[in-house]
């Protein structure tokens, strides 16, 4: 086991970087929970971000879609997963940060993204990835690090409540899966990761207004004040305190306190006054 803070030694002797959030996954009967949970069809089209050394990803080609996308931004890892790509024809490789990717290009299109992920995108990686929910990609299945699997799952009336759990909320549910400890990776994390499901089924519009990731993280800003104080100022709206009451809702509340209707409703409000 390495102490180093900077990675560790891999399977193969490969050399982790921290900076690339590897951790590969070497626990079978977690592997086994993960691409059982996705139920993988002969039909599905599936996208992993960051296959590594290929261990989920060889699994998810066993369990039989019809093609899989990877996403992986460490070049040294070329060869390993060239080779397998030259096995497997329905392996598709992209060589680039999974933040950048034009993934409206991908063809076919997936509709489950299933993936052990670099921890460190965690949140932007599922905002790019939610903006396609209304071309198909609807079920997500991810390993996180478990505090970020407690925010994504987090409701309303509790610390961890934050915009994309809101959004998850109001666009469908977040289920905590299962936790995993370090000992089920090499190197072994600092941290306890856990695997969340997101299955989306509605409000997909909300990711073509701008809008609404911008009203709820103006909300969010400083956690400590309240609604009313986070939010005046912002767009345009000259008299915030009357907005909110007529929409419902207490001025003095705190953007945690709020609930996916409410959210719902505050952003149709805005709208409509923004024009
Ligand atoms: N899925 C593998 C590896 C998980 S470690 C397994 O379970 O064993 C995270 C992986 O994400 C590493 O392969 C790392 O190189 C890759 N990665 C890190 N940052 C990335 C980024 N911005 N875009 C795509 N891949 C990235």
């Known amino acids: 086991m390495s102490r180093s803070p900077r990675g560790g ?8 970087l921290h900076r690339f959030g590897q951790n590969f996954l070497v626990d079978r009967g977690v592997l086994e929970d993960i691409v059982r949970r996705a139920s993988i069809g002969e039909d599905d089209v599936v996208l992993e971000i960051g296959p590594g050394q290929g261990v989920l990803t060889r699994a998810l080609l ?4 019809s093609r899989l996308h990877a996403v992986e931004l460490d070049e040294r890892l070329r060869e390993t997963l060239e080779s397998l790509a030259l096995r497997e024809p329905r392996l598709c490789l992209h060589w680039s940060d999974a933040l950048r990717v034009d993934y409206a290009a991908l063809d076919p299109f997936p509709r489950k993204v299933v993936a052990n992920i670099p921890y460190s995108i965690t949140t932007p990686l599922i ?11 609807r079920y997500h299945l991810y390993m996180v690090q478990k505090e970020a699997a407690d925010r994504l799952a987090a409701e309303a009336d509790t610390k961890e409540r934050y915009p994309l759990g ?11 899966v299962r936790r995993v400890p ?5 190197p072994r994390p600092r941290v306890d990761s856990a695997v969340v499901e997101i299955v989306l089924t509605r409000n997909f519009h909300l990711m073509e207004d701008a809008l609404w990731s911008d009203m709820l993280h103006r909300a969010f800003a400083q956690r400590r004040k309240t609604l009313f104080n986070n939010l005046k100022g912002f767009g345009k709206i000259e008299d915030w305190e009357e907005l909110l009451r007529k929409t419902g809702l207490d001025p003095r509340n705190r953007a945690e306190d709020l609930r996916g209707e409410e959210w719902l409703r505050l952003h149709e409000a805005l709208r409509t006054s923004v024009g």
């Not at 030694?9 to 982790?16: E, H, I, K, T």
């Not at 809101?166 to 905590?176: A, F």
């Open 9 to 16: 030694v891999a399977p193969d002797g490969f050399r982790a």
């Open 166 to 176: 809101v959004t998850l909320e109001v666009m469908g549910g977040v289920e905590r």
């Open 127 to 137: 905002w790019t990835l939610l903006r396609f929910a209304g071309r198909g990609l």
């Open 182 to 186: 370090p000992s089920c990776f090499r």
């Open 62 to 65: 066993e369990r039989g879609c």
